[in-house]
């Protein structure tokens, strides 16, 4: 059985945002990226969040509840010559705070996601999403989306 679902609600991340953004992501065990809330790591994603918020195309969101952060992920419009010159909505870092998952915010994410990529005439949304996370792709799959790409990476750093 569900839990009842929340009024939960989505706006653009501020600065003031950072500290539970990035408390979500270090507590992601799946992600194997490096997050920490560790003081000195601040000024790593503090640069971060001030490129994406220069970058007309990338936007990062906050899910919130009570005042409180529950949820976050980014989007980047990109447009391609191919598909006709179509211009598609990339949604990448999707988290929702461990104790609330399954209470809807993440449907929530999602459907706002559709809805902006709707109003601004994309063609299509896609994301990626490791293959460890099985619940992740389950939930996906329930709201909408198709696998239907193998993504690859080369890692840098």
Known sequence: MHAPKLNVSIRTANREDLPEIIALFASDPIGGHGDTTAL????????????????????????????????????????????????????????????????????????????????????KIQLSSNKARVDAHRFYERVGFEPSHLAFKIRLK
């Not at 007309?56 to 010159?85: C, H, K, M, N």
């Open 40 to 123: 000195d790591a601040y000024p790593d994603y503090l640069a971060a969040f001030e490129r994406i918020m220069a970058t007309p195309t990338e936007t990062l969101y906050v899910a919130e509840l009570d005042g409180a952060v529950v949820g976050t992920f980014q989007t980047t419009v990109l447009t391609t010559l191919s598909g006709r010159g179509s211009s598609n909505l990339l949604i990448e870092a999707v988290q929702t705070r461990k104790d609330m998952r399954g209470r809807g915010i993440g449907e929530t994410m999602m459907r706002f996601a559709v809805e902006s990529a709707r109003q601004q005439g994309l063609s």
